[in-house]
């Protein structure tokens, strides 16, 4: 028994002693660096109750360890460190900014009436960011917002060679634009497309949804082989001879530069005979049309044989009283033609006249004082205006105005930022005025500024007060002009007749039908018969639309030409004095005309654009004498030298000098008594006033 005793306290003193070897572990309460307690709790007992503590403006949620939260339940297995975890008692709100297809950019809590803080502004292709879509100042709530984009717009430019080109449509496009590059036409030249680089590796047809940035395209141009002939002169007289040539420009084209390679034949023989070198001797009276070919290559030319003394010229200039010094027989041109050993010299060619113009056009900035020959390329205008140059049109027409009483009308302060354009085509020969007003301050009513032709392009840019006038751009001048003489059309319908290359010239003083339609006028050609020709003329509906008529005329008496005259000394001539005993007619207000606008109309039938008033016809492109400073005599003397035809300036007066007769030259030009032939000493063209002679010939 008492060796069970003994066994038993063994047992019990083990017991004890492993008891007393159980390991401790230290749990230690930290908020932020600080300890805030320690507790010892023996391995596999459970934590017990937690601490609290508290901290201004937070709520305290609990104890973290390893991202768990802490219960009393907690077995302790090793020395632990626990975080305190604070929430802030105020008010936040979720913000979540997202972009345009509603992915999310950036979230965020923010306390109330704080502001949240945007991400960095996303990017999207093609387009600019603009901001989002709400407020993210003073949060009150939860709040989305969403990035907003604008579409950017790029510019397309194109180059023919280093010549940038302005009148082609598609000028700007999008990341969402689809299409087609427009075509382009240049005389004499292939189009073959569009590259993006000068040496046309990368071409470029179309424009395709999901493309960015600005384009610059260079047009592929491939010259086509041209056939063009020119003759020293158009009339001949029996027994002359002269050789047919190809023009330059034909030569630049690469065609063969032997006559004798090609066909060479003359319509009527009996008038005209043609060697196969190209060699022309006129053997009798009549016309002929001369024909040079090489395979597809067509190019003819028309040639007179007459009698000039036998030429009848029909122009009624028995009524015309006569200056002093001036006889009968000079109101005929022939008088004067034939004076001229090379009348029917060809003075310059329409590929010339072409170039002629086209420099005309450059000499001009169309929105400031520094008018030059006063020359607007109309076609090159596009949709759109700014409302600064247009204010800027409509205050110089104002100011022109001898009196402010109609200037409200003018409505210039409706004009807005950007002005929309509308484009129209005259239907009779209407006035243009400096302000819109019918008024009149007597016999040269100084409201009235110029007339326009049936047919003239021009482009609107502003409406008056009343609704009664346009404000309007034609080629070589601007003002305000009736609704009712102008028929509304698209830009095409415009160009289509501005452009028109097939087209009967009004050679006659004018044709009445079905209005008065003045020399110098281009009425588009639908069709031809014979000695029968139907044009087109714009007429307006009741709504003020372009309808166009076709009207049949019957060429006769020199009333129309198919195309231009040639521009020869006989030509001009002629032309000028058709118009002998017209009434002077100040700025063409009630249908004559005044000394420029007759120039004007004797040149227009050669190809001609002209300034409207003197003080630009002055700064034309030619070979210009200045005679400053010059005695009479001197003046004379030069005159002399001078080709029939020359255009002579004084200030406020512009005269066409016919040629000389003795001691005498003479001039043809429209004053207060008409058309008429005057000598240069006449009282009403003193030649000590004028300032400059101008040839606009090629010698």
Request: proline share 3%.
């Amino acid at each position: 028994m008492k060796k069970i005793y003994l066994i038993f306290s063994i047992i019990f003193i083990l017991l004890l002693v492993g008891c007393d070897d159980v390991k401790n572990h230290q749990v230690k309460f930290m908020n932020d660096d600080e300890l805030v307690d320690t507790y010892v709790i023996k391995d596999g007992k459970t934590i017990g109750q937690l601490p609290t503590i508290s901290k201004e403006g937070y709520d305290f949620i609990g104890w973290s360890y390893n991202d768990v939260y802490l219960t009393a339940e907690y077995i302790v297995r090793k020395d632990i460190t626990v975080e305190a975890v604070f929430e802030s008692d105020e008010i936040t709100y979720n913000v979540t900014f997202l972009d345009f297809d509603d992915s999310i950019l950036s979230e965020e809590k923010v306390i109330e009436f704080d502001d949240a803080t945007a991400p960095t502004p996303p990017t999207r292709l093609g387009y600019e960011f603009t901001g989002w879509d709400g407020d993210y100042t003073l949060i009150l709530t939860d709040t989305i917002l969403k990035a907003k984009y604008k579409i950017i717009n790029y510019t397309i430019k194109y180059y023919n060679g280093i010549q940038e080109i302005k009148n082609l449509v598609l000028k700007n496009y999008n990341i969402e634009t689809s299409a087609t590059l427009p075509s382009y036409s240049l005389s004499g030249y292939e189009f073959l497309g569009w590259f993006t680089d000068k040496d046309y590796t990368e071409q470029i047809e179309i424009i395709i949804p999901g493309e960015t940035g600005n384009l610059v395209l260079y047009a592929k141009m491939e010259i086509i082989p041209l056939l063009e002939i020119e003759v020293d002169t158009v009339t001949m007289a029996v027994g002359d001879t002269q050789q047919i040539k190809l023009s330059d420009k034909a030569i630049a084209t690469g065609i063969r530069s032997n006559l004798g390679d090609y066909t060479i034949v003359s319509s009527n023989t009996n008038a005209i005979t043609v060697s196969t070198s190209g060699e022309l001797t006129a053997i009798g009276l009549g016309k002929t049309t001369i024909t040079v070919s090489y395979n597809d290559l067509v190019a003819t030319i028309e040639i007179t044989v007459a009698d000039i003394s036998n030429d009848p010229f029909n122009v009624n200039n028995n009524q015309v009283t006569l200056n002093s010094s001036v006889t009968r027989d000079m109101t005929n041109p022939y008088y004067w033609i034939n004076k001229v050993s090379d009348y029917g010299k060809i003075l310059m060619t329409q590929t010339e006249i072409a170039e002629y113009n086209r420099k005309c056009l450059n000499n001009l900035d169309p929105y400031t004082t520094s008018k030059k020959t006063g020359f607007i390329d109309i076609t090159a205008i596009g949709e759109s205006e700014t409302g600064t140059n247009v204010k800027a049109l409509i205050q110089a027409s104002i100011n022109a105005a001898p009196t402010s009483t109609y200037n409200n009308n003018s409505n210039i302060s409706t004009v807005p930022v950007s002005v929309t354009v509308q484009y129209g085509l005259i239907v009779k020969v209407a006035s243009m005025k400096n302000v819109p007003t019918l008024a009149s301050t007597g016999t040269n009513n100084k409201y009235q500024e110029t007339g326009l032709e049936v047919g003239e392009a021009v482009i609107i840019y502003h409406t008056s007060t009343d609704g009664l006038w346009y404000f309007v751009q034609a080629y070589n001048y601007n003002g305000w002009v009736l609704k009712t003489d102008i028929a509304l059309c698209s830009r095409t319908e415009m160009l289509d007749y501005f452009n028109a290359s097939d087209f009967a010239m009004v050679t006659c003083e004018r044709l009445t039908t079905p209005v008065d339609i003045r020399m110098g006028t281009k009425l588009p050609i639908v069709s031809t018969n014979g000695s029968k020709v139907t044009v087109k003329i714009p007429t307006r509906n009741s709504s003020g639309i372009l309808v166009m008529t076709n009207v049949e005329y019957t060429i006769e008496k020199e009333n129309l030409s198919i195309g231009y005259l040639t521009y020869t000394t006989q030509n001009l001539l002629k032309q000028m004095f058709k118009m002998i005993g017209q009434p002077y007619d100040w700025g063409d207000e009630h249908g004559g005309r005044d000394c420029s606008s007759t120039l004007d109309a004797a040149y227009k039938c050669m190809g001609f654009l002209m300034p409207r008033n003197t003080s630009s016809i002055v700064n034309l492109n030619g070979q210009r004498y200045d005679l400053n400073g010059k005695t009479d005599a001197q003046k004379t003397e030069l005159l002399k030298t001078l080709r029939p035809g020359t255009i002579v300036l004084k200030s406020g007066h512009v005269m066409m000098y016919a040629g000389y007769e003795g001691n005498n030259c003479y001039i043809i030009h429209n004053v207060s008594g008409g058309v008429n032939v005057s000598t240069c000493t006449h009282s009403s063209a003193p030649i000590n006033t004028y300032t400059v002679f101008i040839e606009m010939f090629n010698e």
